[in-house]
């Protein structure tokens, strides 16, 4: 073989490599809009997708995002309807966890994982109410040294 064989031969190779791995991406980013007619029209399908759009609007906005990949997730579980009423009183109910609430959302997952980590099957604790002396005075801390001392002062009931 001569030389210039040879760098044609491996540009082909390039070549090949970079187009299968273009389809593969492609294939990867399938969402809905790509699904066949025929399947994206059938009634399961169009029942499916009603019941994440319920979901999507009960998902707090400030953590909305990722819709591709949630529906993805979405079409994977494939929910019942009994299914779905759980993941929707789960959503709300976790709405209302301090976790949730603080740094606006800050902590809330994205709706893709929270699908596909099934955290709607996780037991939602109540928040304890906080008092009014708690809010004053802020979380509970470990006092400090000279703080150990006073309070042993004061307990011990010496000056």
Known sequence: MDEQHLIELIKQAVRDVFAEYRIRRRKERTTVANVSRTVRDSPSTTICLQRFEEFWQVWPKTRRKGKGRALTEWLKLKPSKELTEKILAAVEAQKQQSNWQKE??????????????????????????TSEADKVLGPPRIPTPQEEKMLGKIHRGTP
């Open 104 to 129: 606006n959302g800050k902590y809330i997952p994205y709706p893709a994982k929270w699908i596909r980590d099934a955290y709607y099957e996780d037991d939602v604790t109540v928040d304890d109410e």
